[in-house]
């Protein structure tokens, strides 16, 4: 599985990416295997994750990256079932998520996420999908 990091501070808009590269991979044709899209409002706050079938690949996003902990299970959770796994995480915690992704031999490609930068990102995320 190849893991896009999308790491950043907390408050840079890490959420906000996310729901632009989903709404993107949605527009390019990508349809919704399993779990639960972002809602559909507004502001769009709410954390979400769901596999997304796109060009013959499984596509997991996971947009919950406060916790360590919360991103390991995410990484094992998807391992065996998606090709690709985009993963917010807070920027303090990318070096222990870079050890764990090698520990498993799998390929991971860092965005740097900093604020008012989300359309760029999101660009960034969907090119190396």
Not at 40 to 66: M, T
Not at 117 to 123: N, P, W
Request: charged share 35%; aromatic share 6%; hydrophobic share 40%.
């Amino acid at each position: 599985m190849k893991i896009i990091l999308l790491a950043g501070n907390a408050n840079v808009g890490k959420t906000s990416t996310m729901n632009i590269v989903y709404d993107r991979l949605i527009r390019e044709g990508a349809i919704l295997d399993k779990g639960t899209p972002p809602e559909q409002s507004e502001k769009r706050k709410k954390d979400f994750e769901c596999v997304l079938l796109y060009k013959g690949q499984k596509v997991a996003v996971h947009s919950e990256g406060d916790f360590l902990n919360e991103c390991f299970e995410a990484i094992e959770r998807f391992r065996e079932s998606a090709d690709i796994l985009v993963l917010a995480c807070r920027k303090r915690m990318r070096a222990k998520l870079e050890e764990r992704i090698k520990k498993f031999s799998m390929e991971c490609e860092i965005v740097e996420k900093m604020l008012s930068d989300d359309e760029q990102k999101a660009l960034e995320i969907l090119q190396k999908i």
